[in-house]
């Protein structure tokens, strides 16, 4: 079957994006080097148990408190190899309890997750890999510095997505959403949409319904609202989605629209969500937003957040902007952040 005519590969879009603003160089570097290694990531996933049991547990956790997969330890170590033949100074991985020196003259830092959605890693739903390019400090206090700032700093962000297709989504500069898709007969990735743009509205939801118990009221209210569908205040009937692969619930939500929340909850440790600001939040809010769609943490723009740590967590909604704003205005807007109060009446959209 004939790829269709014409279509770009990434090492042309890569030249082309250097040619109108040098200052990518560094930065389509290590662009280059996640693609290459994503390819052989994408071959050994695709090998599943004939590899071995890539989803095997450790005997060791990561900074999530998670116990670590073979796959995990596996797939960090070879993006931390791939690093260290770009221009990076330092690296910060879910997998790594402290930041990691690479090159000191190097102008870039990466924060990844190297391997989301590991508990699928046996089951063959798709999984990735998150990464966030930073500017390195001139002048560091230390080396966790680096990755202490906002993500509007964000060079390049994005993640892979291992799945059906072995894709790659990324934002490079002040540019746009872009996904190129890998062709296994020739081992190149190509592009399949350009400036991607979001759907402002979407009737699908992804959220984990088996925390419910443990919501706040904000949120508890929102998804009651959803699921009330037609005959409910929103007026219309939902879908919800959940595939405990952040990757693969971006990449569903860049394509067709919808919104994602992971909330913080009651559950001791989880009052900031279970997602890290740095190497999750960050990277899939800038595809969030220059893709026309939001992300917040319930209420602030994620790209604003300073981290206080290189693990911080966040809660973390993003997607259509117009189901987004509506959480927001569920934590902010006493008419929806009320428990069922009869002081507020039944709730419609006219006082959306």
């Known amino acids: 079957m004939a790829r269709i005519a014409g279509t770009q590969n990434l090492e042309t879009f890569l030249e082309q994006s250097v040619a109108a603003d040098a200052r990518l160089s560094s930065a389509a570097k290590v662009l280059r080097e996640i693609a290459t290694t994503a390819v052989e990531m994408s071959d050994l996933i695709g090998l599943g148990q004939l590899y071995g049991r890539?989803?095997?547990?450790?005997?060791?956790?990561?900074?999530?408190?998670?116990v670590q997969k073979e796959l995990d330890v596996l797939a960090n170590d070879i993006f931390v190899d791939a690093f260290r033949r770009a221009p990076v100074a330092a690296v910060a991985s879910e997998e790594l309890s402290e930041s990691l020196a690479l090159d000191p003259t190097a102008p870039l830092v990466v924060a990844m997750d190297p391997l989301d959605g590991s508990s699928n890693i046996d089951a063959n739903v798709s999984i990735g890999t998150i990464f966030s390019v930073l500017p390195a400090l001139p002048d560091p206090s230390n080396l966790d510095a680096h990755f202490l700032q906002p993500g509007r700093a964000q060079i390049a962000g994005g993640f892979v997505v291992y799945g059906p297709q072995t894709s790659i989504v990324f934002a490079l500069g002040s540019g746009a959403t872009e996904i190129f898709i890998l062709d296994r007969r020739d081992r190149v990735f190509y592009q399949a949409a350009s400036d991607v743009r979001?759907?402002?509205?979407?009737?699908?939801?992804?959220?984990?319904?088996?925390?419910?118990?443990?919501?706040?009221?904000s949120i508890r209210a929102y998804i009651d609202d959803c699921v009330q569908g037609a005959e409910g205040p929103l007026k219309r009937n939902y879908n919800m989605r959940w595939i405990a692969s952040l990757v693969a619930e971006a990449y569903r939500i860049l394509l067709r629209g919808g919104v994602f929340l992971y909330p913080g909850d009651q559950r001791p440790g989880y009052a900031d969500g279970r997602l890290r600001l740095i190497y999750e939040a960050n990277p899939i809010a800038l595809l969030a937003e220059r893709a026309?769609?939001?992300?917040?943490?319930?209420?602030?723009?994620?790209?604003?957040?300073?981290?206080?740590?290189?693990?911080?967590?966040?809660?973390?909604?993003?997607?259509?902007?117009?189901?987004?704003?509506?959480?927001?205005?569920?934590h902010s807007d006493p008419q929806f952040s009320a428990e069922r109060a009869p002081l507020f009446g039944k709730r419609g959209l006219m006082r959306l």
Not at 198 to 217: C, L, Q
Not at 313 to 326: A, K, N, W, Y
């Open 54 to 66: 890539l989803g095997a547990s450790r005997a060791s956790t990561n900074m999530d408190g998670d």
């Open 198 to 217: 979001i759907a402002n509205d979407s009737p699908e939801y992804a959220i984990n319904a088996s925390n419910y118990r443990h919501w706040d009221p």
């Open 292 to 330: 026309g769609g939001s992300a917040t943490d319930s209420l602030r723009p994620i790209l604003d957040i300073t981290p206080s740590d290189i693990h911080a967590r966040t809660p973390l909604v993003f997607g259509s902007s117009g189901p987004v704003e509506l959480v927001a205005r569920y």
